[in-house]
């Protein structure tokens, strides 16, 4: 593993490196213990470089077996290595010359899944961002292009399948029960996209032909038994295809794309070139196994990953502080894509609440960071939300500053740029500024910049003068190491609603740049004043969430009503209830904690229950706005002085007066969607069944007995009605009969298979209360479970200390305790999964003091050991600083 080192990496530190690596092969001898790396790189001196300028490669953790220059090996005291680096002091004075490095490594032993690992038997590789130099000494850095020719050779028995990048260009076999192949990709790429996969899989075949005539053969390869399993992403892969030609014009550059899914990674998947490595879970679906939350992801990381080939490979990033220019980007092409396969408002509410759960906690706290970073200690911590999230909703507001037109053309010129190019953010907003007669400069403070803008709204009508006037006020809070800020540009999108819930159209507008239904909003205050407008209309503020901020409006309850029922934008109206729900969840956290019992507004109540029952609008969005705030999310909105179980006790009694006042409604509503037939997993199908899931757990609040959920438990015929109802029960029910046989019934029936197991953990995971400190201890000897095993560290670690409100910050701080005893076992094996746990701690700060004690007793206890790697020691330092 990697020590921390306490070196931090600046951007104005960029500068191009002294020599260039256009061609680059490898030849890889596979064995589990002692792999062979021959690596030949035709080396080139960068023009104005001084001959002679000494070579410093990467390393990490390698074991160096020879060296040669031109074919003759290099005397000892020519170089030297340590794992870290192989330095050539003084390299032939030619302007070329080929280095040829031979290194060996040991997948078998390698649990941090960076580099060449072993993963059921499986040899695969991860270099994004800096694993490539842990196969060979290499300039391991995304602005080093090169063109790649690899030779792969294993025993034929063992690894049948030797995959890697580009197209397959030669085979054979050889001596001994050993084969080979060479693959070459003829397009120029930085290491982090270098792929090899060698293993026996099953693979599922087909075939695209792109605009242009090009047919391309498709394969996945999962385990053996699981090519069915892989219909649907195979299937998610031919429409990203399609698509990316249709809305971007971008087609597919190889006669090859393969997709190899893997038991133990660290994160969903990756877009090496013409081979995209899965995570298993992002792969395998079909409707016994996996939820349409399952299906839903395959399709966007599917997509996602094979977005990157134009937008981080043909185009990468110059240096890693870049890393949004493919990851923002690219995030935002995927929420497209399936915001055109699916409901494109449902989509953009579920992308609003994702945003606020993971980007505002992170830029509210002391991890928070510009989309563009400045510094870094460890880079694998800034694959982040805010880099991916927010990086996407700054491209969107590009397109709506822009508009769709100029946006196209922005991207047309990006892309003609820049195609083979290591580019950076300044790049990518030129060619909008270029392609259009916008001036970018101050909305570029969108990649500077750290903290969530807030806009505080006030408005009056004059209905004498027929006057409508906003009041705007902008702020963006302090946040590490940024005390002063800017003022941004804000697009803010806005309608005037009428009395009969339509859009009211003034007769003009003054005080600042308002065009297509938003304001621009520039400075730090800032009034437009409509006139023409004769009756006071509600205004419908940040239509579909058109800006990543938060607002602080005093606006009426009444108003609020409202909007949620009229507004003409539906992610307006998903946005009144939320809010509406918030308040009411703040309220009843101060009645809770002043010893009163909360109460809630009868008016909000009684709307719930008109639009779950609404037709007109669609069960999946009926579902949504049916879903209350989360306690996380409550939590942040409180701020301070954060008490778990006041906020639990608050939530459970708006569920239950929900319950109660709809209840026979609800049941109509229940007993009318019929959870059986032939399942389909398209949006429409899975928006029916969220809201009948949605409607059994209020139904279970309000029952005295789980036989609902037990009912649905058992007849269920797909995994979404499963999964829930065992959860209801689980969380509504716990330690009732129904409920173990229930964990028991699914244990028996998926015990064999790890995917399906992880949401039996998850559920118990995240049973409410102080008992879930033991409960996740004992699920941790659970013969499936497994701490090298990312997917089940996050399915049960994770989602303790994520989604486990109460039971993570158990009062007496036992919660943390435990978690801290179990991020430092996995940072044992696996850095970079310890310390994306590790980032759960990250709002310890807004906790109640008994437990802000506790928690920073536990970071303590983390940070105490000496040889932290350099992944944990920095996001515990930036934590506690
Ligand atoms: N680019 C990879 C992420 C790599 C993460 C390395 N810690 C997957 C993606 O964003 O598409
Ligand atoms: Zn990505």
Same mark, same amino acid.
């Given at each position: 593993m990697r020590k921390d080192t306490g070196q931090v990496f600046r951007i104005e530190d960029y500068r191009p490196s002294d020599y260039l690596i256009p061609r680059t092969s490898l030849a890889f001898a596979l064995s589990p213990e002692a792999t062979v790396v021959t690596a030949v790189l035709d080396i080139e001196r960068r023009q104005g470089i001084a001959p002679g300028t000494p070579l410093v490669l990467d390393g990490d953790e390698l074991t160096l077996v020879s060296v040669a220059i031109d074919g003759k090996p290099l005397a000892d005291d020519a170089f030297s290595s340590d794992p870290q680096h192989l330095t050539i002091a003084n390299p032939p004075h030619d302007e070329a010359f080929q280095l040829t490095i031979v290194t060996r490594i040991d997948p078998s032993r390698n649990g941090t899944l960076m580099g060449l690992f072993r993963t059921n038997g499986v040899y695969c590789t991860q270099c994004e961002p800096e694993g490539f130099r842990r196969i060979t000494y290499f300039t391991d850095r995304p602005d080093m292009l090169s063109v790649y020719t690899v030779r792969i050779e294993a025993?034929?028995?063992?690894?049948?399948?030797?995959?890697?990048?580009?197209?397959?260009?030669?085979?054979?076999?050889?001596?001994?029960?050993?084969?080979?192949?060479?693959?070459?990709?003829?397009?120029?790429?930085?290491?982090?996209?270098?792929?090899?996969?060698?293993?026996d899989l099953a693979g599922l075949h087909d075939e695209f032909t792109t605009a242009s005539g090009r047919k391309v053969a498709l394969g996945i390869y999962v385990e053996h038994g699981k090519q069915d399993r892989a219909a649907y992403a195979m299937d998610a892969l031919k429409r990203s295809m399609s698509w990316d030609e249709e809305v971007f014009g971008l087609e597919y550059d190889l006669d090859v794309f393969n997709i190899v899914a893997v038991s133990d990674f660290n994160m969903g998947a990756m877009e090496n070139k013409g081979l995209n490595i899965f995570n298993d879970k992002y792969v395998l679906a079909d409707e016994a196994t996996a939820t349409d939350a399952d299906f839903a992801n395959i399709e966007a990381i599917i997509a996602h990953e094979y977005f990157h080939n134009w937008t981080g490979n043909r185009i990468t990033c110059r240096d890693w502080f870049q890393l949004c220019l493919k990851e923002g980007l690219t995030v935002f092409r995927d929420h497209e894509f399936s915001a055109?396969?699916?409901?494109?408002?449902?989509?953009?509410?579920?992308?609003?609440?994702?945003?606020?759960?993971?980007?505002?906690?992170?830029?509210?706290?002391?991890?928070a960071h510009p989309v563009r970073p400045r510094r870094y200690r460890e880079?694998?911590?800034?694959?982040?939300?805010?880099?991916?999230?927010?990086?996407?909703?700054?491209?969107?507001?590009?397109?709506?500053?822009?508009?769709?037109?100029?946006?196209?053309?922005?991207?047309?010129?990006?892309?003609?740029?820049?195609?083979?190019?290591?580019?950076?953010? !300044?790049?990518?907003?030129?060619?909008?500024?270029?392609?259009?007669?916008?001036?970018?400069?101050?909305?570029?403070?969108?990649?500077?910049?750290?903290?969530?803008?807030?806009?505080?709204?006030?408005?009056?009508?004059?209905?004498?003068?027929?006057?409508?006037?906003?009041?705007?006020?902008?702020?963006?809070?302090?946040?590490?190491?940024?005390?002063?800020?800017?003022l941004m540009h804000i697009p803010l999108a806005f309608g005037l609603v009428g009395e009969d819930g339509s859009d009211i159209t003034p007769t003009s507008v003054e005080g600042a740049t308002v065009e297509n239904g938003v304001i621009h909003v520039r400075k730090r205050r800032q009034i437009v004043r409509f006139q023409g407008v004769r009756e006071r209309p509600v205004v419908s503020l940040n239509r579909g969430f058109s800006a990543p901020i938060t607002l602080s409006v005093e606006q009426r309850a009444d108003d609020l009503l409202f909007l949620a029922?009229?507004?003409?934008?539906?992610?307006?109206?998903?946005?009144?209830?939320?809010?509406?729900?918030?308040?009411?969840?703040?309220? $009843?956290?101060?009645?809770?904690?002043?010893?009163?019992?909360?109460?809630?507004?009868?008016?909000?109540?009684?709307?719930?229950?008109?639009?779950?029952?609404?037709?007109?609008?669609?069960?999946?969005?009926?579902?949504?706005?049916?879903?209350?705030?989360?306690?996380?999310?409550?939590?942040?909105?409180?701020?301070?002085?954060?008490?778990?179980?006041?906020?639990?006790?608050?939530?459970?009694?708006?569920?239950?007066?929900?319950?109660?006042?709809?209840?026979?409604?609800?049941?109509?509503?229940?007993?009318?969607?019929?959870?059986?037939?032939?399942?389909?997993?398209?949006?429409?199908?899975?928006?029916?069944?969220?809201?009948?899931?949605?409607?059994?757990?209020?139904?279970?609040?309000?029952?005295?007995?789980?036989?609902?959920?037990?009912?649905?438990?058992?007849?269920?015929?797909?995994?979404?009605?499963?999964?829930?109802?065992?959860?209801?029960?689980?969380?509504?029910?716990?330690?009732?009969?129904?409920?173990?046989?229930?964990?028991?019934?699914?244990?028996?029936?998926?015990?064999?298979?790890?995917?399906?197991?992880?949401?039996?953990?998850?559920?118990?995971?995240?049973?409410?209360?102080?008992?879930?400190?033991?409960?996740?201890?004992?699920?941790?000897?659970?013969?499936?479970?497994?701490?090298?095993?990312?997917?089940?560290?996050?399915?049960?670690? $994770?989602?303790?200390?994520?989604?486990?409100?109460?039971?993570?910050?158990?009062?007496? $701080?036992?919660?943390?305790?435990?978690?801290?005893?179990?991020?430092?076992?996995? !940072?044992?094996?696996?850095?970079?999964?310890?310390?994306?746990?590790?980032?759960?701690?990250?709002?310890?700060?807004?906790?109640?003091?008994?437990?802000?004690?506790?928690?920073?007793?536990?970071?303590?206890?983390?940070?105490?050991?000496?040889?932290?790697?350099?992944?944990?020691?920095?996001?515990? !330092?930036?934590?506690?600083?």
């Open positions: 025993e034929r028995a063992q690894a049948p399948l030797l995959l890697s990048n580009g197209n397959l260009v030669e085979q054979g076999d050889l001596a001994g029960g050993r084969h080979f192949v060479v693959w070459h990709d003829p397009f120029p790429k930085p290491s982090y996209l270098f792929a090899l996969v060698a293993g055109d396969q699916r409901s494109r408002a449902v989509k953009r509410i579920a992308e609003v609440r994702t945003l606020r759960a993971h980007q505002f906690p992170e830029d509210q706290g002391p991890l880079i694998n911590n800034f694959y982040t939300a805010t880099v991916y999230e927010k990086g996407s909703e700054v491209v969107r507001m590009i397109r709506t500053i822009l508009g769709p037109d100029d946006f196209r053309k922005g991207m047309k010129l990006y892309i003609e740029r820049h195609d083979g190019d290591a580019a950076t953010i !300044e790049d990518f907003l030129a060619a909008f500024e270029d392609a259009s007669d916008h001036d970018l400069s101050q909305f570029a403070l969108w990649y500077h910049q750290a903290g969530t803008p807030n806009l505080t709204i006030s408005t009056a009508h004059d209905a004498e003068h027929q006057e409508f006037r906003i009041e705007i006020e902008q702020s963006v809070p302090p946040t590490p190491s940024e005390s002063r800020k800017r029922r009229h507004d003409s934008d539906l992610v307006s109206r998903w946005q009144s209830l939320y809010t509406l729900f918030t308040d009411a969840l703040i309220h $009843g956290f101060r009645s809770v904690r002043g010893q009163k019992a909360p109460e809630f507004p009868t008016g909000l109540i009684a709307a719930i229950g008109d639009i779950a029952s609404d037709e007109s609008l669609e069960p999946a969005f009926r579902a949504l706005a049916l879903t209350l705030p989360g306690e996380a999310d409550v939590a942040r909105d409180i701020g301070t002085n954060i008490d778990p179980d006041a906020i639990r006790v608050s939530r459970d009694a708006l569920a239950s007066a929900i319950a109660k006042a709809n209840g026979e409604r609800f049941q109509a509503l229940y007993d009318g969607f019929d959870g059986g037939g032939t399942f389909s997993p398209d949006a429409d199908s899975a928006g029916k069944r969220a809201l009948r899931n949605v409607l059994l757990d209020y139904l279970a609040v309000g029952a005295e007995d789980p036989s609902l959920a037990a009912r649905q438990f058992d007849q269920a015929t797909n995994m979404t009605d499963k999964a829930a109802a065992m959860t209801v029960l689980a969380h509504r029910f716990p330690g009732h009969a129904r409920t173990t046989d229930a964990l028991a019934a699914f244990e028996t029936q998926y015990g064999h298979d790890p995917l399906v197991m992880d949401k039996w953990y998850q559920t118990q995971a995240t049973i409410p209360g102080a008992d879930a400190v033991d409960r996740v201890k004992a699920l941790m000897t659970h013969q499936g479970f497994s701490l090298s095993n990312p997917n089940r560290v996050r399915a049960l670690i $994770g989602t303790f200390s994520t989604l486990n409100q109460t039971g993570f910050h158990r009062a007496d $701080g036992a919660g943390y305790t435990f978690f801290a005893e179990t991020v430092l076992e996995i !940072e044992k094996r696996n850095p970079q999964l310890a310390a994306r746990l590790a980032t759960a701690m990250r709002s310890w700060r807004s906790l109640e003091p008994t437990r802000q004690a506790a928690a920073r007793e536990a970071l303590l206890t983390i940070a105490a050991p000496d040889d932290l790697s350099s992944d944990l020691r920095d996001i515990i !330092e930036r934590t506690l600083a």
